[in-house]
């Protein structure tokens, strides 16, 4: 695939040829993650927090790419990662949420629109202070939305008894890894049922009052204080 739809043409030659060709690998790097959730500095970044915004979808490499945003800022006593994704990789959110676990990252969903969703929302549970407690919290106008996953089929192909078993297999194995993540991340496994309440093609929205019940802070964005379960 011709990277923009770029043709080469014989009157390139030599030195010519050679721009073209550095001008289009300096390019890759960012066709590829043109889809990847961005890291970039929040407005509450302060000398006490470091706070970090992160848009865009989740795709594979951005636990490590988190990893190195960090290693590149200087250490604060708190850092937070506001979120705001609809969703992508299943497996690398639940690597994000590893991250955050490991590092001790709170997670925040903004109001004014911002949600996080499906593969964002598996990450956005890993959410934990300095001392290894969970800390996730959501302003009372923010969406968390979980979904169960989805396999994709050809429609122009006819599928065998061991295609359905091996189907079987995979599913199996998909819900032991979310299973072995929420342990992983000290998380109630009661996070499943929340997940696959609704089918692949829908979004259970946790409301407010289930956030709270599950651990989930709220900011009640009209009296600017979090609410009490």
């Known amino acids: 695939m011709r990277p923009g739809g770029v043709v080469f043409r014989p009157a390139l030659r030599g030195r010519s040829a050679l721009r ?32 970090v915004l992160a848009t865009g979808t989740v795709e594979k490499g951005d636990a490590d790419r988190f990893r190195a ?15 705001n994704s609809p969703g992508g990789n299943l497996h690398e ?7 955050f676990h490991e590092l001790g990252v709170r997670t925040v969903i903004e109001g004014n629109g911002a949600g996080c969703l499906s593969a964002c ?3 956005f549970l890993g959410g934990r202070d300095g001392s290894g407690a969970p800390w996730r919290a959501k302003s ?29 297999q995979r599913t199996q194995r998909t819900v032991l890894d979310v299973a072995d993540y929420l342990r992983a991340i000290g998380t109630d496994l009661d996070f499943l049922r929340i997940m696959f309440r609704a089918s692949a093609d ?7 009052d289930e956030a709270l019940r599950i651990g989930i802070k709220v900011w009640d964005e009209k009296s600017r204080r979090f609410l009490v379960p």
């Open 20 to 51: 073209v060709v550095l001008a289009l690998l300096a390019l890759l790097p960012a066709i590829q993650d043109v889809n990847a959730l961005d890291f970039s500095g929040h407005e509450n970044d302060s000398a006490s927090l470091l706070a």
């Open 69 to 83: 945003y960090l290693a590149q800022r200087p250490a604060r006593k708190r850092t937070a990662i506001y979120l």
């Open 93 to 99: 959110g639940m690597a994000l949420g590893r991250a």
């Open 121 to 123: 929302a598996l990450a």
């Open 140 to 168: 009372s106008s923010s969406e968390l939305g979980f979904h169960s996953f989805r396999s994709r089929f050809p429609a122009d192909r006819t599928y065998s008894a061991n295609d359905m078993a091996a189907l079987e």
């Open 202 to 208: 829908e979004m259970n929205f946790v409301s407010n």
